[in-house]
């Protein structure tokens, strides 16, 4: 049970630019627990996306931007390619110090 | 090159228990906490435990609080999960990942991950 909300889908066009909302609570996001990003291709294990909030790991491209504000965090992908379809999902921490993951979102290139 | 290979998974009946493991290589392990992680077919991302370096610091979701354990053998750089008391809706594609710190603390993240192993309980 998912305690970190994400819409379901986004879907944009190639070369637009996307954003995925990460919508938590005062005892997780709010608590100032930072956020990190991962992107899941199709029939393949995560892969970390962006860490600490808005930190891109070596070899990821800068068109993937992450940012937070108080109990929500962002991730922004400017110009869209057919590549960036996958799942993307947020990960935080809990009050109980837990792991906690967002919905997961669906990213479309029409 | 890191590299965290799953194995154990199978057909299970409801009840029942079962051991996955997670071979660790390319780093040194007892560096780092490691993390279980579940994905039901077609549904999100669930953490399920964490352990740190030294087997000190130990956490459970509460899904699987009292049913499963996790464990580690630094000298065999490897991961357990013993699973008992299986339910259908432990189902799921698990995957081993690493944290980026020593233990399990807030605010760290994952990686990498495994390529997952298959648990399916069904009778």
């Excluded at chain 2, 490897?78 to 699973?83: G, K, R, T, V």
């Excluded at chain 2, 299986?86 to 807030?106: M, N, P």
């Amino acid at each position: 049970q998912s305690v970190l909300t994400q819409p379901p889908s986004v879907s944009g066009a190639p070369g637009q630019r996307v954003t995925i909302s990460c919508t938590g609570s005062s005892s997780n996001i709010g608590a100032g627990y930072d956020v990190h990003w991962y992107q899941q291709l199709p029939g393949t294990a995560p892969k970390l996306l962006i860490y600490g909030n808005s930190n891109r790991p070596s070899g990821v491209p800068d068109r993937f931007s992450g940012s937070k504000s108080g109990t929500s965090a962002s991730l922004a992908i400017t110009g869209l390619q057919a590549e960036d379809e996958a799942d993307y999902y947020c990960q935080s921490y809990d009050s109980s110090l837990s792991a906690v993951f967002g919905t997961g979102t669906k990213v479309t290139v029409l | 090159e890191v590299q965290l290979v799953e194995s154990g998974g199978g057909l299970v009946q409801p009840g029942r228990s079962l051991r996955l493991s997670c071979a660790a290589s390319g780093f040194t392990f007892d560096d780092y906490a490691m993390h279980w992680v579940r994905q039901a077919p077609g549904k999100g991302l669930e953490w399920v435990s964490g352990i740190s370096w030294n087997s000190g610091s130990i956490g459970y979701a509460d899904s699987v609080k009292g049913r499963f354990t996790i464990s580690r053998d630094n000298a065999k750089n490897s991961l357990y999960l013993q699973m008992n008391s299986l339910r259908a809706e432990d189902t799921a594609l698990y995957y081993c990942a690493k944290d980026i710190g020593s233990i399990a603390a807030a605010g760290n993240w994952f990686d990498p991950w495994g390529q997952g192993t298959l648990v399916t309980v069904s009778s």
